[in-house]
């Protein structure tokens, strides 16, 4: 079999190409060296056929050597398996333990989270039910407020009714020191003296009297109406004779006859009568001219609505 192969070679490389006797005797050398080498080994091999037994032993010899080789290889692995094991095993139960001590540290800061949630909670129904209560509270006044408003305007409506009728009643009396006007809710009407009275006199006149009964038939279709009656005197100081003492007591019973005449009129209510003398303390203008002083006495006579409904829906505010 070499023989055929090592000729083979040698025809292909002389065939090819021409070579030097040098590496030709070389080769033929080796062929020698390996034609020796092959009938050695076809003894050998002869031999070993006759000898199965021999060949057997060998062989498991050396599966035996392989298994403990293999087996030596197979410990080592597995102590490092086994290492590797403990070392995982520490691992785990390191960050067991570490796993259950965050979970309680969590689960205590959840329950003070929950109980702080809840807290809150509590006090936002508190509060929202606190809200709502004042949301009543405020619908509440503010409809107290409108029927407040709306009472004003009918009071303030019929004041102003109250007005045009009792300068319908004494449109014969303007002009002649009478005067009428509606503000601050109420209706004023100022008659001077010189419409009522004689000097230092508090008796009223004839032409007088017709004015404050005109005055009198429209209070007495108004019995809502609180009437007030003021009498006003100048800075000059009284020297009549009579009972008079001064001036304040010249317009107290000025203001007093004034009232007089007015329940002389069965329709009118007593109760909503108040008679008042302020003397030379209120004047309406200067007292240093003879009109001025003519200005200042007067009796006024305000008319007032009645608050008792405004009063009881302001205190329920």
Known sequence: MFKNIFFGIVIAIVSSSCVSSKIYEDLNRKYNTLKVENESLLSQLDNCSGNGESVSVEKLKKDIEKLKAEKSRLAMDLAASKSNYDRLKESYDALEANSSSSLTENLERNRKLLVELEAKENALAEESARLEQVKKDLEERSKRVSELEAIIAAKDAKMRALKDAISAALTNFEGNGLTIEQRDGKVYVSMENKLL???????????????????????????????????????????????????????????????????????ILKENLTAAGRGKHVPVTTNETLEGRSKNRRIEVILTPKLDEINRLLSDM
């Open 197 to 267: 009275f004689e000097s230092g006199s508090w008796a009223v006149n004839t032409r007088g009297r017709e004015a404050v009964v005109a005055l009198g038939k429209v209070l007495a279709q108004n019995p809502e109406i609180a009437v007030l009656i003021e009498g006003h005197t100048d800075n000059v100081t009284y020297s009549g004779n009579g009972n008079i003492e001064n001036n304040w007591d010249l317009s107290t019973k000025r203001a007093t006859a004034i009232v007089s005449i007015l329940i002389e009129n069965s329709d």
